[in-house]
């Protein structure tokens, strides 16, 4: 190919990867749209890697405080969307061994304490309020350790449960 569109798209996606956070899967997709060679492909990724543009484990840090501070996401949906990134598992250990868990046991109280007042008013038994709870954290990717101390047991009352 020519080497103004090389130089071209080298120079966009460095720019990218210095306002953003970025794994080398996303580059490697991206790479992919462009009419380049593999050798083109591989030379480019090398030189994003080599200067520190792309680096995986630095990625799954930032991927993984971000998300557990500002979204509803649990420690099992974020693994999960990391590993769809390809990020190797010892990154992915590495970031989540750093929040603690804690936070996500604060998380899921506040899911719980918000979920609660939609469902009471729908559903009056609270078994059946417990399992749509238990449910929702599960599909937000809550351990069932984190679950079992951000909600009450079935046989406690709801109403009297302490956030």
């Known amino acids: 190919m020519k080497v103004l569109e090389y130089d071209k798209v080298k120079t966009r996606l460095a720019s990218l990867c210095a306002r953003s956070e970025t794994c080398s899967f996303e580059i490697r997709v991206k790479l992919l749209r462009t009419h380049l060679s593999e050798e083109e492909r591989s030379r480019i990724l090398d030189f994003l890697i080599e200067n520190n543009f792309v680096n995986d484990e630095r990625f799954a840090r930032a991927f993984v405080h971000d998300k557990a501070q500002f ?25 989540m061994e750093s929040v603690p868990d804690e936070i996500f046991v604060q998380k899921a109280r506040k899911i719980v304490k918000s979920r609660i007042e939609e469902l009471s008013a729908k559903e009056t038994d609270p078994r059946k309020i417990h399992d749509k709870l238990y449910q929702y954290l599960i599909c937000r990717g809550f351990t069932f350790s984190t679950i079992r101390e951000a909600l009450p047991s079935r046989s406690d009352s709801l109403d009297s449960y302490d956030f």
């Open 71 to 95: 979204t509803s996401a649990g420690p099992v949906k974020i693994r999960h969307e990391l590993m769809k990134r390809h990020i190797p598992e010892q990154f992915v250990d590495s970031a």
